[in-house]
């Protein structure tokens, strides 16, 4: 049984844009790659070859992850959601021990991009803020270690 994925509208429409690139633009650029590796003679010492199907083989299985994702994708209405309480969407600020503010949007983990302010609602300090509201400290165990946060504000 596949796992659903929970996403956020926005989440599912970046997913569905990235699967149409990957099958347009993404494919016709490793088959011009794969012909022109295929230009340079003897398949069987060209790494420029190797290196292109593996790049497609890397591409098509991406292509198929993306369209598992989107069949299996259960959409969370974050209209819909309470201010009151962390969940999938929520866009939590943290104060840590050492006084600083991190802003962090909850999201499922198909759309986790720490670098952007999204953590997955599976990862530690994720699914350590769902449930709880502004004013909870929250305690986190965490492959660094016990970390402390006391949740300072709340938004859709």
Same mark, same amino acid.
Not at 30 to 47: H, M, P, Q, Y
Not at 85 to 105: A, C, D, E, P, W
Not at 134 to 142: L, N, R, S, T, Y
């Given at each position: 049984? /596949?796992? !659903?994925t929970l996403l956020t509208a926005e989440g599912l $429409? +970046?997913? +569905?844009?990235? /699967?149409?690139?990957?099958?347009t633009?993404?494919?016709?650029?490793? =088959? !011009? *790659?794969? *012909?022109? =590796?295929? %230009?340079?003679?003897?398949? %069987? !010492? @060209?790494?420029?070859?190797?290196?292109a199907m593996s790049d497609q083989a890397k591409l098509e299985?991406?292509?198929?992850? /993306?369209? @598992?994702?989107?069949? @299996?994708a259960k959409v969370f209405d974050e209209s819909t959601a309470s201010t009151e309480i962390v969940?999938? &969407? %929520? $866009?939590?600020?943290?104060q840590n021990s050492k006084r600083?503010? /991190?802003?962090?949007?909850?999201?499922?983990f198909a759309q986790a991009n720490p670098d952007e302010g999204k953590i997955s609602d599976e990862s530690p300090v994720?699914?350590?803020?769902?449930?709880?509201?502004? &004013?909870?400290?929250?305690?986190?165990? =965490?492959?660094v270690g016990t970390l402390n946060f006391k949740i300072v504000s709340l938004d859709r």
């Amino acid at each position: 049984m /596949l796992q !659903e994925t929970l996403l956020t509208a926005e989440g599912l $429409k +970046e997913l +569905e844009e990235e /699967l149409e690139q990957l099958k347009t633009v993404g494919r016709k650029e490793a =088959a !011009e *790659k794969i *012909k022109v =590796a295929r %230009s340079f003679g003897d398949l %069987s !010492e @060209n790494a420029e070859y190797d290196e292109a199907m593996s790049d497609q083989a890397k591409l098509e299985a991406r292509i198929n992850e /993306l369209e @598992n994702m989107i069949k @299996n994708a259960k959409v969370f209405d974050e209209s819909t959601a309470s201010t009151e309480i962390v969940h999938i &969407g %929520s $866009k939590v600020t943290i104060q840590n021990s050492k006084r600083q503010k /991190l802003t962090y949007q909850i999201v499922g983990f198909a759309q986790a991009n720490p670098d952007e302010g999204k953590i997955s609602d599976e990862s530690p300090v994720g699914k350590a803020l769902l449930g709880h509201k502004v &004013g909870d400290k929250v305690v986190v165990e =965490a492959p660094v270690g016990t970390l402390n946060f006391k949740i300072v504000s709340l938004d859709r």
